[in-house]
């Protein structure tokens, strides 16, 4: 099984050296045609509108949009989690609108750009998971078929439906691999 990365902007190199260290093989995703090699595809953190844009500029955001509904497991951590989502709160900014989530961006406020948190997260097991937050997102409504699977200051911060998996967190970047385990073993 190979994993593509969306290799266009933002943390894409550390989700290729955690999902090598979970023994996958990854491929930088920059190209529609790289897409046939790929059985699953995780979208980084970065920036959601210049990723959103650059998606359409590369030819990228219909072939992946169509592969998901297809079934192909994919999984957005920060602004992978707002490219994901059918609904972004004042925005209309290009998606990929997989998930039946409307999110929030930039939801725990300008003052704090980034932050870690010890977080409960019941299907990873009993030790607490580090998450590091930068200008992250919230869920902010969920529609039934979504499974929350964490929240934090009483908001949706890890949800599931079906192979789709959305973070608001960045799991790839403190060395805990048990979200991207979660990932492998769960929805592919
Ligand atoms: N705030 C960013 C956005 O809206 C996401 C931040 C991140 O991915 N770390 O796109």
Known sequence: MRVGVLALQGAFREHQKALAACGVETEQIKKPEQLAKISALVIPGGESTTMGKLLIEFNLLEPIKELGEQGMPVFGTCAGMILLAKGIAGSTQPRLG????????????RQV??????LDIPVLG???FRAVFIRAPYILSVEKSVEALTSFGGKIIFARQGR??????HPELTGDLRVHRYFLENCI
């Open 113 to 118: 750009d980034s932050f870690e948190a010890e």
């Open 98 to 109: 997989l998930m039946d989530i409307t999110v929030e961006r930039n939801a725990f406020g």
């Open 126 to 128: 009993e030790e607490p």
């Open 164 to 169: 789709f998996l959305a973070a608001a967190f």
